[in-house]
């Protein structure tokens, strides 16, 4: 199936490893130019280069601390300087830390809040002229399964991830007539550097075990009976920001394996 995406361009936060890094590789694939940012320079090029050389479209490294409005205004800038363009737009962050109510002080529900949901405001707002011009814009929000069902010890993502399902649902009613759609997938375990900082998988990684070692107790109750892998959540990625998905607006998608039991 050709996806429609050779020649497009999109922007692809938090994106030198993990999920950002799957979806970015997987729109390069299909002949995406894309923008990739994070903070790590070194990690960020690197990551650039692997990109490019694997797929032949162009990656773009950008240094980028989600949470600064300046260094997203920059990215914006950069990219329209680059490429004159943009088509699709991938949100992403870091994950909120872990921790109880009684454990979590206004500093941190403060932090959570910018990294996770005011960033996603900011980059969109700055994005959406250039979508508009586009004529067939794209945003995709990667955010988690607490979305659709809280997740014991993730107080922060439980709070403040669903709001950005719902400013998502609210858009799509807004920009709808620009023919620009947006939707939210929703990972459950995928196997990257985050769910390897569980404090509980990292004591075991730390005690000598390997990385499925040390999850193997995590698939239990994942009805396909394993950890997800980053491309699996690239693929999504991938069709949603696809010329075919044109209909699909204002949902949140979980790639969980099965995990989420709710209907919804
Ligand atoms: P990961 O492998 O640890 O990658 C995180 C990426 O985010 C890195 O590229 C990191 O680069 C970047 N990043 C972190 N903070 C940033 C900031 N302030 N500004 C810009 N970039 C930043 O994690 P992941 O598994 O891909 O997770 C991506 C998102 O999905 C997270 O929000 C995570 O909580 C969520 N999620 C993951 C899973 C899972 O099973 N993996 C499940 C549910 C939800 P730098 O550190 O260099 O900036």
Wanted: glycine share 10%.
């Amino acid at each position: 199936m050709d996806l429609g995406l050779k020649g497009t361009v999109a922007i692809v936060l938090a994106a030198s490893k993990g999920l950002g890094r799957a979806s970015a590789a997987a729109l390069a694939a299909e002949g995406a130019n894309v923008v990739i940012a994070a903070r790590t320079r070194q990690e960020l090029e690197q990551t650039a280069r692997e990109i490019q050389q694997t797929t032949g479209s162009r990656a773009l490294p950008v240094p980028v601390d989600v949470t600064k409005a300046e260094d997203l205004t920059q990215l914006v800038e950069t990219t329209i300087q680059e490429f004159g363009r943009l088509d699709i737009l991938v949100t992403n962050a870091g994950g909120p830390p872990f921790g109880t109510f009684d454990n979590l002080n206004d500093e941190q529900w403060q932090a959570a809040f910018e990294l996770n949901l005011l960033s996603t405001v900011r980059i969109i707002r700055l994005a959406l002229p250039h979508l508009r011009t586009s004529g067939r814009g794209r945003i995709i929000n990667i955010q988690s399964m607490s979305v659709k069902e809280p997740i014991m010890g993730l107080l922060l993502s439980n709070s403040i991830r669903p709001g950005v399902a719902g400013l998502a649902k609210t858009l799509a009613t807004e920009i709808g007539a620009d023919h620009i759609t947006i939707n939210t997938v929703c990972p459950g375990r995928i196997m990257t550097d985050r769910i390897l900082s569980r404090p509980d998988i990292k004591a075991k990684i730390e005690q000598g075990m390997s990385k499925e070692e040390a999850t193997a107790d995590q698939t239990h109750d994942i009805p396909v009976g394993r950890i997800g892998k980053p491309e699996e959540l690239g693929a999504l990625v991938t069709f949603l920001a696809s010329a075919q998905a044109g209909y699909i607006t204002g949902t949140s998608i979980p790639v969980d394996g099965g995990l989420i039991r709710s209907l919804l």
